[in-house]
């Protein structure tokens, strides 16, 4: 076995052993344990290791962006750990959101973008199929990748 194969069966290994405990975990947590997603599940099992500890959950998760080469959204979300006032702010645009028309939503957000030098993210243009690997686009919610699922 060359070298590469070692760590690639030493990953594979790794994996097999996260599945089961994101089995296990699921089962655990949620009383419609088949609903619940990987992302779900392992953000729990996240909080619960780290000790629902803020900065550490977010050190996970920046960490894991890098690691996905999501190096822009990796750091915005720093900016937004090092600039805390930004998050309150954008918490309290949040909750007046659901009091505004679509008119005033667009202008908030606007706004928005050009105090905090947020650039205009348009939505991926890609229309192939999810092979399975990703749930399907609410109309106004978020995509969130599914990469594995939990048997």
Known sequence: MTPQ???????EEII?????????????????PEKATVADTLGILVSRYTGWDGEAIYLVAYEALTDANFHALAAKLKYLWDHPFVMSALAAVDARTLELTEAEDE???KAIREVFHIPYIAKPAHK?????????????GRQVQQPNTIG
């Open 107 to 109: 202008a908030a957000e």
């Open 16 to 32: 097999s052993a996260l599945h089961a405990l994101l089995v296990r975990q699921r089962k655990l947590s949620f009383t419609q």
């Open 128 to 140: 192939g199929g999810n092979n399975g690997n990703r749930k399907e686009a609410e109309p106004t």
């Open 5 to 11: 194969q070692a760590y690639e069966a030493e990953q």
